[in-house]
Nanobody
Framework: QVQLVESGGGLVQSGGSLRLSCRASGFTLDYSAIGWYRQAPGKGREGVSC????????YYVDAVKGRFTMSRDNAKNTVYLEMNSLKPEDTAVYYC??????????????RGQGTQVTVSS
């Protein structure tokens, strides 16, 4: 079955850290453009990060630059989003999805079911 499965969300205090995982099954992530997105209650979707399929560069939305780091482990067929210095405004459901375009919030490819991140003040 072709799918993406996120994990690692939870409740954390402001200033804390979480690491989200997105594991692919049924296909390999090696050369896929894949990104993280988030959607907070009452707000539109935001493209958080996007790792290119070709040159491997990673895009981050300004709001998370310097705090979030996206990485890929091809051996585990998994991508990660390391989130540090979390703020209440980072509270959202986080999704990973294929075929990301840097800076664009639209999800174009396969996506996971999402994982909730809640940051308390």
């Amino acid at each position: 079955q072709v799918q993406l499965v996120e994990s690692g969300g939870g409740l954390v205090q402001s200033g804390g850290s979480l690491r989200l995982s997105c594991r692919a099954s049924g296909f390999t992530l090696d050369y896929s453009a894949i990104g993280w997105y988030r959607q907070a209650p009452g707000k539109g979707r935001e493209g958080v990060s996007c790792i290119s399929s070709s040159h491997g560069r990673t895009y981050y939305v300004d709001a998370v630059k310097g705090r979030f780091t996206m990485s890929r482990d091809n051996a585990k067929n998994t991508v990660y989003l390391e989130m540090n210095s979390l703020k209440p405004e980072d509270t959202a459901v986080y999704y990973c999805a294929l075929d990301c375009v840097p800076g664009e919030p639209a999800i174009r490819g396969l996506r996971g079911q999402g994982t909730q991140v809640t940051v308390s003040s």
